[in-house]
């Protein structure tokens, strides 16, 4: 029989990875039938992320199925209208990273840690009165979310509705959205822009300290953002600020929930907890898919991948593949020396401008939930129904 990858077959979502390593033996570059390819393999999801091709869809000339005859401009259906550093191709993705990185500096992310381990310790105060608790509920959502709105200074009366309207906008990363998403996505786009233009608008009038300002006052010579650019960014910023850490978080604390030895070893060991956060990072990825419009031609396997192609790496996959990771690939080892070199948080121009944040976040988390909780159990765990970023939707775990 052919084979055919399909994220949609019973059990992905719960364990997708026997799938990824099936991919990986068989079909490492693989042209889907629905017209698009997926890489798998470590060293070619690297070279892929490091390479200088677009991530503008308007350079597609092989376009997937799913893509074809909707009617609407393929920026319609992306957060941000495509304005975003996500969307953009260098050399304005670098003018767009250097004036954002201007506000979201290390010197700022590193000022957090206080803040940050007051938030994970009330969290955990509130997990241990309770005894059986969804650690997505009271740790892993509130955490990160709480941390970007501070940094951005959204107004805590629209914290419900912006969670509502950042969720379903990042959706839009998922593979093969339907039409009806689609619109739910378009719709969002546009309420949760107008929202955060008001609040930028504020912000000129009464500026603060919080990040808002700086985008505000970021210059580099003559340049700054534009008006439209400036609310993508910021849209950007506060999406990718709390949806992927919230899996991160949850993913990793799962894990180590169900392995005691290694949360064993990071409570007796502090010095692991930045490895550990590698480590966990590439175990169980909070983003499991990253796509690429080739600019030429694209040899992968001994396969040719045609210039304006829609590729997608599996970043997952390429976290487990015992080619570069050795046969214990499938294990979780927080000592694991190499841990560091996983491809969660991305490579070359377009790596994860919030990567400090995100593992600042989860080095905190990590070991002082193990230290808190040395015989935590896990009750329940339902996923949340995503092939990309993917992670528990509800973690209840016994405490004490």
């Known amino acids: 029989m052919t084979f055919v990858f399909d994220p949609f077959a019973d059990g992905f979502g719960d364990d997708p990875y026997p799938h990824y390593a099936k991919l990986r033996e068989i079909a490492p570059a693989y042209h889907h039938p629905l017209g698009f390819w997926l890489l798998s393999r470590f060293d070619d999801v690297v070279r892929l992320q490091r390479a200088s091709h677009s991530v503008d869809e308007r350079d597609l000339t092989h376009v997937p199925l799913w893509k074809r005859d909707t ?39 590193d000022a957090l840690e206080p803040r940050i381990g007051e938030l994970v310790d009330e969290a955990l105060d509130r997990m241990a009165a309770k005894g059986e608790v969804d650690v997505v509920a009271e740790l892993a959502f509130p955490l990160p979310f709480t941390v970007i709105s501070e940094m951005l200074g959204t107004p805590a009366v629209a914290h419900d509705r912006l969670r509502e309207l950042t969720g379903t906008l990042v959706r839009a990363l998922e593979p093969m959205p339907s039409p009806s998403l689609h ?44 008006g439209d ?55 169980d990825s909070s983003v499991h898919l990253m796509r690429r419009i080739t600019r030429e031609p694209l040899s992968v396997q001994g396969v040719e991948i045609p210039a304006g192609s829609y590729v997608i790496a599996c970043i ?62 896990v009750e329940r765990v339902r996923w949340n129904g995503r092939i990309n970023v993917r992670g528990p939707a509800e973690l209840t775990l016994a405490v004490r």
Not at 248 to 272: F, M, S, T, V
């Open 71 to 109: 009617g609407v401009p393929p920026s319609e259906n992306r957060p941000m209208r495509g304005l975003s550093m996500l969307d953009q191709n260098p050399p304005n993705h670098t003018r767009l990273r250097r004036l954002v990185s201007q506000a979201f500096t290390r010197r700022a992310v």
């Open 316 to 377: 997952a996959a390429a976290n487990r593949d015992p080619g570069f990771w050795g046969q214990d690939a499938d294990e979780l080892r927080l000592d694991r020396s190499d841990a560091h070199r996983n491809v969660s948080f991305g490579a070359g121009a377009h790596h994860c401008l919030g990567a400090p944040l995100a593992r600042l976040e989860a080095r905190i988390a990590f070991s002082r939930f193990v230290r808190r909780f040395p015989e935590a159990v």
């Open 183 to 226: 619109a739910e996505i378009r719709a969002a786009n546009k309420e949760l822009t107008e929202i955060i233009r008001e609040l930028i608008d504020g912000k000129r009038t009464r500026p603060g300290d919080e990040l808002i300002t700086g985008l505000l006052a970021a210059r580099h010579e003559s340049d700054a953002l534009t």
């Open 229 to 283: 650019e400036l609310v993508a960014q910021v849209m950007f910023l506060y999406i990718a600020g709390h949806e992927t850490t919230v899996n991160l978080l949850a993913n990793g604390i799962l894990a180590l929930a169900r392995d005691p030895g290694q949360a064993r070893r990071l409570r007796e060991d502090p010095k692991l907890a930045a490895n550990a956060v590698e480590e966990l990072s590439r175990y």
